[in-house]
């Protein structure tokens, strides 16, 4: 990015755009299929009466971009706390826009000085960018780096869906990869789905990367999913996203039929 951009960027961030409607955070977990726990919860945008991220998204321009990114981060830790996340073990993965970030370190202060605050460990956030937002690789590199020498992890959301494809997981050492719920959707009746979400497991397996399913829908996807070797799973099969509060395990109809084991 260059000079010019990364001081106008500065200057949203000093004269503090407020953004002109109010937003709030749901969280959706990420269950550890081993153990029957939850790895971690992800934060999700909402509006303030509920209204879905899209809807949210679509009210964000190039002037609140910075203000909205910011302010995603501040509510989703403290919500989180707020909602009992400290009384577990779990993650807090928080969605980021990475053309909303000039300077990692500097772009960062608020996110860092809001988990101290409120007693969030560092090494408990995990931050996501999405594919689907085209991306300057070299720019979220340099963000990457920067938040594993923070101790944060890193993820690519919805992956296989976005402009890079494997380009990015060739150049971005993201700790974790979400595989996009379009690979996971109806994997259990598509030979080719599965064969292509093994051999993307093994590769990520083999290259140190975690690999997590979300979409997860149907009984028949959580088994074919975990036969594809993934044990960490998303999805309204198990929870359906809550506003200010930790969804647990939807343990109904039979057990989900016993994790779909």
Same mark, same amino acid.
């Given at each position: 990015?260059?000079?010019?951009?990364?001081?106008?960027? &500065?200057?949203?961030?000093?004269?503090?755009?407020?953004? +002109?409607?109010?937003?709030?955070?749901?969280? /959706? +977990?990420?269950?550890?299929?081993?153990?029957?726990?939850?790895?971690? %919860?992800?934060?999700?945008?909402?509006?303030?009466?509920?209204?879905?991220?899209?809807?949210?998204?679509?009210? =964000?321009?190039?002037?609140? *971009? %910075?203000?909205?990114? /910011? @302010?995603?981060?501040?509510?989703?830790?403290?919500?989180?706390?707020?909602?009992?996340?400290?009384?577990?073990?779990?993650?807090?993965?928080?969605?980021?826009?990475?053309?909303?970030? %000039?300077?990692?370190?500097?772009?960062? /202060?608020?996110?860092?000085?809001?988990?101290?605050? =409120?007693?969030? $460990?560092? !090494?408990?956030?995990?931050?996501?960018?999405?594919?689907?937002?085209?991306? !300057?690789? +070299?720019?979220?590199?340099?963000?990457?780096?920067? %938040?594993?020498?923070?101790?944060?992890?890193?993820?690519?959301?919805?992956?296989?869906?976005?402009?890079?494809?494997?380009?990015?997981?060739?150049?971005?050492?993201?700790?974790?990869?979400?595989?996009?719920?379009? @690979?996971?959707?109806?994997?259990?009746?598509?030979? $080719?789905? *599965?064969?292509?979400?093994?051999?993307?497991?093994?590769? &990520?397996?083999?290259?140190?990367?975690? =690999?997590?399913?979300?979409?997860?829908?149907?009984?028949?996807? @959580?088994?074919?999913? *975990?036969?594809?070797?993934?044990?960490?799973?998303?999805?309204?099969?198990?929870?359906?996203?809550?506003?200010?509060?930790? +969804?647990?395990?939807?343990?109904?109809?039979?057990?989900?039929?016993?994790?779909?084991?």
């Amino acid at each position: 990015m260059d000079k010019a951009r990364k001081l106008s960027h &500065c200057g949203v961030c000093r004269e503090g755009a407020a953004l +002109p409607f109010a937003i709030t955070t749901a969280f /959706q +977990p990420i269950f550890d299929m081993r153990n029957n726990g939850v790895f971690a %919860y992800e934060a999700l945008v909402r509006g303030e009466n509920g209204e879905a991220a899209g809807e949210v998204l679509g009210r =964000v321009d190039e002037k609140t *971009r %910075y203000s909205f990114d /910011q @302010l995603c981060r501040v509510n989703a830790i403290k919500n989180a706390v707020t909602a009992g996340i400290l009384e577990t073990d779990a993650k807090l993965s928080i969605n980021f826009m990475p053309n909303a970030v %000039y300077s990692p370190l500097a772009c960062i /202060q608020l996110t860092l000085k809001t988990a101290r605050e =409120v007693g969030f $460990p560092q !090494d408990r956030l995990i931050f996501e960018f999405t594919e689907h937002e085209r991306l !300057d690789v +070299p720019h979220v590199t340099t963000i990457v780096e920067a %938040y594993r020498q923070l101790g944060f992890a890193t993820a690519i959301d919805d992956f296989g869906a976005g402009f890079s494809g494997l380009n990015v997981l060739a150049n971005l050492g993201t700790d974790i990869i979400k595989l996009d719920m379009e @690979l996971v959707r109806g994997i259990d009746t598509s030979e $080719p789905r *599965r064969q292509i979400v093994r051999a993307m497991t093994r590769l &990520c397996t083999e290259m140190g990367r975690t =690999v997590i399913a979300e979409g997860v829908e149907t009984p028949g996807e @959580l088994a074919a999913v *975990r036969s594809c070797g993934i044990d960490l799973v998303q999805g309204f099969f198990l929870a359906r996203p809550a506003v200010a509060s930790l +969804p647990a395990l939807d343990m109904g109809q039979d057990n989900r039929l016993r994790l779909a084991s």
